[in-house]
């Protein structure tokens, strides 16, 4: 039994993996059609989806406005960081989302990133976590990029993992 328990989690860690990178390919890395989109609404949708295994994690949102962006990108984005933060934070974590001067940050009060490792993170199959992929900020940099923006990592005020997100520009 054991031994089919750590098939199906190396089964499930590959059709991650496989989404991941389909994802990435089918989406390019230059979003054509920008659309006015509401960051309040993708940030819900897309912490829906993060943490749907947990009741422990909590998200706080300060008020960003609108973007010009493929919302089906920003939330995967927005899933992503989430997603990390969750694991990271095993659980028990506090998620923060607001604005920027010209951008927005996603910060969390987990662990961090340790300073030695930061200029890595976004690189394609980058992990610290044996079950993960290395993928997801890689994706969330290419999401980034795509929309023309910029994305750099650095401490919360609390010590967990800061995400800026630079180079928006607000519809309202």
């Known amino acids: 039994m054991e031994h089919l328990d750590a098939l199906e989690e190396t089964s499930e860690r590959m059709a991650r993996l496989v989404d991941d990178l389909l994802s990435v390919a089918r989406q390019g890395n230059v979003v054509t059609d920008p659309e006015t989109t509401d960051v309040k609404d993708v940030v819900d949708t897309a912490w829906e989806g993060a943490s749907g295994t947990t009741e422990r994690a909590r998200l706080h949102y300060e008020d960003i406005g609108s973007v010009s962006a493929d ?12 997603q ?5 934070g095993n659980g028990a974590v506090i998620v923060r989302v607001g604005p920027l001067d010209h951008g927005f940050y996603v910060a969390d009060d987990g662990p961090g990133i340790p300073h030695d490792i930061q200029d890595g993170v976004f690189d394609h199959g980058f992990t610290t976590d044996e079950d ?5 900020l890689s994706i ?19 010590g ?4 800026e997100i630079t180079g928006v520009e607000f519809l309202d």
Do not use: C, M, P, Q
């Open 132 to 136: 993960g992929s290395g993928y997801g």
């Open 71 to 82: 919302a089906d990108r920003l939330i995967e984005l927005f899933e992503n960081l989430f």
């Open 140 to 158: 969330v940099r290419t999401i980034a990029g795509a929309h023309g923006w910029d994305i750099l990592v650095t401490d919360s005020d609390t």
């Open 160 to 163: 967990g993992a800061r995400f």
């Open 84 to 88: 990390n933060a969750i694991k990271h």
